[in-house]
């Protein structure tokens, strides 16, 4: 057995282990014991091993690949997850790729290039721990924030504050701290990358943690003459003074949306959170400096390292170095101008030549299809409309078809398998994958309408057979103007709050971007769309959105359907049904149409979800609703043992607007507190106080959140006079269903 006291060497291991192996000795080798050794090895599968599907492996050669940080060619890309270049195949192989184009630049001694790669969007601390190197760039590196830094005198301890009282309620309220902790005494650090970024926030749309806690104790605890309040007041019409008022009123009602609306997502809080990053910066060097911990001298003592050959040191100051940077561009940053909604009405372009031409070609590439019955054509609208479908024949009378199509015209999983000329590409392939479930059962088609979408659209482009459709279909431009998927969270806190669409679109937005992020961990789709396509975050969301505001069903499945999707929306007839009668989809009319007017369907849906889906509202809408959720049956409830016998969730969303709505809203309360489930039983005095309780909260929130919420003009762009209107229906529903339908009228 051979053990080296000094330097323990892989080989000096590898025989030890062979010479137990071959003596069959129960005694461990002191090599493989020896502290060195341990952490050596330790640091090897830290340092170098890759980590796929949860798994860590030691791959030669493809360990080799040095850090340099891949920048992407546009803001809107989304950064691409590390196992889309690093691969696990089936039969246990691993296959590595580039993660950017590479140029051989030959030259007389060599016609190498060194292959650089990302390791991912990780801060530098992981560097030093892990791989033990500092990257003299990193975009997403870090600096840490000490909470304390956040308050310019400390929390008081051990006497009563009332606004740390407060401070603890909502923090405790939002699960920003532990329901359990009894006293507040500083933020948790945060880790602040350049731009004003906290690493803390994560990357989830709708939770920002760290953004969320700073703007609470800036709000409660901060300092009446702070001029981010000035510019609030400013911008918003709101002082600092109603604004604290609005958020202590929201900690007492216990309402967790109105807590969050009201004291983490006031007007202007982005901005309170930079202006105390930024204080907090100033605070952090200045505790550095009182100590003579400066730039300069941490510069004197690298230098002294570097001629004294002490690596260790060496890197954990250039370490800190990186950090104070970070510190001080963060400390020295200026105020980014407001960008505020735009305030007036500019969402008709100048596209109406072009946009008739585009028409025009459609209509021709239709008559390609030779529907088996026709009825309509598309012509530019306007209006807010964009563009519709009208009656070429005379008057079509209630329940005549006017469209008949037949399989091939239009876009599903079946055709867009079928549309795909080589059977055996890797488009086929992966459309065949994306068309089942992972129970094996068949999809409705989705992924794969978004996938061919993102393909036909921005790859194939005039080639694909479907491009005068495509052209014609409203721009990322065009969408972005009206459809949620693209506002700003920060916008739709502003407008949206009191209302329980808010959050409904907020999550809307999340699964759209983990939709997002499935699709980009998978080669194949990356393969088939290419970076410039599947990275692009914008071109995603806006094949999201035209898959699912455009979609129309029948068979279990979506379909996009060119000239039927055309018809826009009203309150008239019963609603829209597109229904299969001997191989063809057919549409009958809801209404009596004369020639040459626009045709309309009623798309038989509340505004709440007109508008989340496809970016509108209508007048007078007998479908409409004021959607309530955030209700659930918690496992100390009195019925939570047996409400899975009676309800099909345990956290339901309900649209009230009438008897009915609140009959059922009473079964859910029933259920909760284990009160009779008789089915002859009314709106009894046993639930009607959850009932009054609950309707009569969202009432005060609302009534709070049309005076509070930003200001919106008569001249407002469409998507904000939308949201100030979804705030207001909602209180008017919940009104005359609680004045209606649950106060005993004397």
Known sequence: MSSNRGQVTLSSVVGDMIQLKMKQSETIPDSCVNFDTFHRFVGIVSSRAMVLRSVKYLTPL?????????????????????????????????????????????????????????????????????????????????????????????????????????????????????????????????????????????????????????????????????????????????????LKDICIAAIHSGDRERIESRCARYSGSSWV??????????????????????????????????????????????????????????????????????????????????????????????????????KIEAKVVGDGMRIGAFATTDTIELDEPYISLHADSVIDVDTALAGV??????????????SVNMNGSRSDGFDVLVIYLLHERFVVMEES???????????IEELSKYHPLFFD?????????????????IKYQRHAAQRHSTLVSDLDVNTVLG?????????VLWATAIVDSRSIWWGGK???????????ADTTGRAHETKMVNHAAVTRASRRITKGTQVFENYAQPNYLLFSYHGFLLKDNLNDCALLDGLTINRNDRGAKTAHHHLHSMSPTFCIRDLASIEELANFFRVKHGLSLDKSSTIDDKVRPYLIEVLEGRISRLTEAIKANNEVKSDAPSRLRFMKQVVQNDLLHFKHALDNHVVVQE
């Not at 969270?489 to 679109?505: H, K, M, N, P, T």
Request: with cysteine; hydrophobic share 35%; net charge negative.
């Open 273 to 374: 959170v930079k202006t105390a990053l930024r204080s907090a910066a100033r605070r952090t060097i200045a505790k550095f400096e009182e100590n003579n911990d400066t730039e300069e001298t941490l510069l004197v003592h690298l230098q002294q390292a570097q001629s004294e050959g002490s690596a260790q040191l060496k890197l954990a100051l250039r370490f800190r170095l990186e950090e104070r940077k970070i510190l001080t561009h963060i400390a020295d940053s200026v105020e980014d101008e407001p960008v505020l909604p735009q305030t007036t009405i500019n969402e008709q372009t100048d596209m109406t030549m072009s946009l008739d031409k585009k028409v025009e070609a459609f209509n021709s590439f239709i008559q390609t299809l030779n529907l088996p019955l026709n």
């Open 62 to 242: 493809a360990e080799m690949i040095n850090y340099s940080p891949k920048v992407e060619e546009s803001k809107d890309w989304i950064n691409a997850p590390f196992d889309l270049y690093h691969t696990l195949s089936e039969d246990g192989s691993i296959t590595v790729r580039s993660d950017r184009d590479i140029f051989s630049t030959s030259t007389e001694d060599s016609n190498t290039v060194q292959i650089f790669e990302d390791y991912g969007p990780v801060d530098s601390s992981l560097f030093l721990e892990a791989h033990g190197f500092v990257p003299y760039e990193n975009p997403n590196n870090c600096a840490t924030i000490p909470g304390s830094s956040f308050f310019r005198r400390p929390v008081a301890s051990g006497r009563h504050d009332e606004g740390v009282e407060l401070v603890l309620r909502a923090l405790k309220t939002l699960y920003l701290i532990h329901p359990e902790v009894n006293k507040f005494e500083s933020l948790e650090d945060v880790c602040v990358r350049e731009d004003l970024s906290m690493v803390d926030d994560g990357n989830t749309i709708g939770r920002k943690p760290a953004s969320d806690s700073i703007a609470i104790v800036s709000l409660l605890l901060g300092d009446h003459d702070n001029p981010t309040w000035n510019r609030i007041e400013s911008e918003f019409g709101q002082t600092f003074d109603s």
């Open 489 to 505: 969270e920060a916008e739709i806190d502003g407008y949206l709050a009191g209302s329980d669409v808010r959050q409904f679109i």
């Open 531 to 539: 970076n410039d396509v599947l990275l692009d975050k914008q071109k």
């Open 465 to 475: 057979h479907w491009w005068p459709y495509l052209d014609l279909l409203p721009s």
């Open 421 to 434: 000329k080589n059977k055996t590409s890797t488009l086929a392939t992966l459309l065949k994958k994306y």
């Open 558 to 568: 979506r379909h996009l359907v060119p000239l039927l999707d055309l018809i826009n």
